[in-house]
């Protein structure tokens, strides 16, 4: 009996140690729990985070200061005998006029021969111009172009004949060019803009209106940006934009006329160029308007000079056509002599001239580079 006993017990025990195994044996198996756990794997998250890959923002912001005329070298240049042409958009307005004169005084400076070939606002003209050019055997060529899309038409062939380019006023959407003489156009647009603004609410309103070069050229691009900005700024509303077709005083007339019509409210005109200043004032003086719109213009001219002193035109941001055009002569002779160009774009100073500032030392050396003395008094 007791044997039987402790065989019953005996067979307890091993069901008993058999059971236990099974239920402790899927632990290991739970291990994968840990697997699954992503707590490593979605380290990633640290790598996905842009923190040094967005470090480029600040190489992309421009650091070197923009390089002006005032700092060209003349040093090494030796051109006498050489010859170069002038690729002139048009001649029937002043300011490409006064470029041509700049070009004429670097040449007569530096014994140099020139020739103008003018485009007449044809971008299929201007190419023939630069083949007639690269056919005359000229050493260089200075370019103030139809519009920035048309430089490839003298660019590219000058560039297959090994003849240097410079662009005066109007820049370029490619840049196989020497060195670009251009203006602060940005800063000019958000000066203008800024001194407009003042004068509008000075006189009760909040809008303006915009006579514009065509905005196919980089120059009439950055203008308007630097307006756009400086009317945010100030609270200011563009009302409508306008470009000219062919810059003329006369369409110059239609535009402001047209403008003035729609929009009654607006106490500020900005003028991008000279014959859009001049015909704004015109159009004030004939509606009875004076003194009660402002004009800020552009460019420059003994007539808008009068302008500015007599208080019909509230402001005007110059530019150096002369200036432009000399010193893109100087730079094409700087390549003729086998010298590096100073900067690929330099920039000619304009600042903003009022009937306040307008005798004062500095503004006076401007003008005297914006059109020739022969044209009218400063």
Same mark, same amino acid.
């Given at each position: 009996m007791k044997k039987l006993i402790a065989l019953i017990l005996a067979l307890m025990m091993v069901f008993s140690l058999a059971a236990c195994g099974q239920s402790a044996a899927p632990a290991p198996a739970a291990a994968p729990a840990e697997e699954a756990a992503p707590a490593e794997e979605a380290a990633p998250a640290e790598e996905a985070a842009p923190a040094e890959e967005a470090a480029p923002a600040e190489e992309a912001a421009p650091a070197q200061e923009n390089f002006y005329t005032d700092n060209i070298s003349k040093d090494g240049i030796s051109v006498e005998g050489k010859k170069i042409v002038y690729l002139a958009p048009s001649l029937d307005i002043e300011y490409?006029?006064?470029v041509e004169d700049g070009v004429?005084?670097?040449?007569?400076?530096?014994g140099a021969e020139y020739t103008t070939l003018v485009a007449e606002n044809s971008d299929s003209k201007q190419a023939n111009n630069a083949e007639t050019a690269v056919t005359m055997g000229v050493d260089a060529v200075v370019l103030s172009p139809v519009s920035s899309t048309s430089c490839a038409s003298v660019l590219d062939p000058c560039e297959d004949e090994g003849i240097p380019v410079t662009i005066a006023a109007i820049g370029s959407t490619t840049d196989n060019y020497f060195c670009f003489i251009s203006a602060d156009d940005y800063s000019s647009g958000y000066d203008a803009g800024t001194y407009l603004c003042q004068k509008a609410k000075d006189l009760g309103g909040d809008s303006i209106v915009v006579i514009s070069l065509p905005l196919d050229r980089d120059n009439a691009k950055a203008k308007m940006a630097g307006l756009e900005l400086a009317c945010q700024e100030n609270g200011v509303t563009i009302a409508q934009v306008s470009q000219t077709k062919d810059l003329t005083v006369s369409d110059s007339t239609n535009i402001c006329n047209d403008l003035l019509t729609a929009h009654p409210e607006a106490t500020g005109?900005?003028?991008?160029?000279?014959q859009a200043g001049l015909a704004a004032v015109d159009c004030l003086d004939i509606a009875g308007l004076t003194g009660k719109v402002a004009v800020v213009s552009s460019d $420059?001219?003994?007539q808008s000079t009068v302008y500015l002193r007599d208080g019909?035109?509230? $402001?005007?941001?110059?530019?150096e056509a002369v200036g432009q055009g000399y010193w893109a002569a100087v730079e094409a002779f700087k390549a003729i002599s086998g010298l590096e160009a100073d900067a690929k774009i330099i920039q000619t100073p304009e600042p903003l001239v009022t009937g306040e500032n307008i005798d004062d030392p500095a503004v006076q050396a401007v003008l005297a580079l914006t059109y020739p003395a022969s044209a009218g008094a400063y």
């Open positions: 490409w006029q006064w004429r005084l670097a040449c007569e400076e530096f005109i900005y003028c991008m160029y000279e $420059g001219s003994p019909r035109m509230a $402001g005007q941001v110059v530019q």
